[in-house]
Nanobody, 121 residues
Framework: QVQLVESGGGLVQPGGSLRLSCAAS????????MGWYRQAPGKQRELVAV???????NYADSVRGRFTISRDNDKNTVYLQMYSLKPEDTAVYYC???????????????WGQGTQVTVSS
């Protein structure tokens, strides 16, 4: 019914930048909040940043001031601009969206497949 496709991960040196994108497609009626989570090896998945349909944002303390989340409602796409990357930002980054489909007409959380971000010299 709904797919979230992420792009933009890769290998970057400490201090570098990356921009992640996540596009939602399918039988979408409305999208509520969209966000990014990450999971490092041996650790639990954690919230990185979230943005509401109205544009309000919230960030994990560890990324506040370095990462910026934004969205394009016309394209059903959420972005994560990452600056001043650190080795501890290395993780698989997952896109999440709370979506009401035209089929169920209920809000459900959907996840992307994940994109690897590696910060290393």
């Amino acid at each position: 019914q709904v797919q979230l496709v992420e792009s933009g991960g890769g290998l970057v040196q400490p201090g570098g930048s990356l921009r992640l994108s996540c596009a939602a497609s399918g039988s979408i009626f409305r999208i509520n909040a969209m966000g990014w989570y990450r999971q490092a090896p041996g650790k639990q998945r954690e919230l990185v940043a979230v943005i509401t349909s109205g544009g309000s944002t919230n960030y994990a303390d560890s990324v506040r001031g370095r990462f910026t989340i934004s969205r394009d409602n016309d394209k059903n796409t959420v972005y994560l601009q990452m600056y001043s990357l650190k080795p501890e930002d290395t993780a698989v980054y997952y896109c999440n969206a709370n979506i009401k489909t035209r089929i169920t007409m209920k809000f459900t959380d959907y996840w992307g497949q994940g994109t690897q971000v590696t910060v290393s010299s």
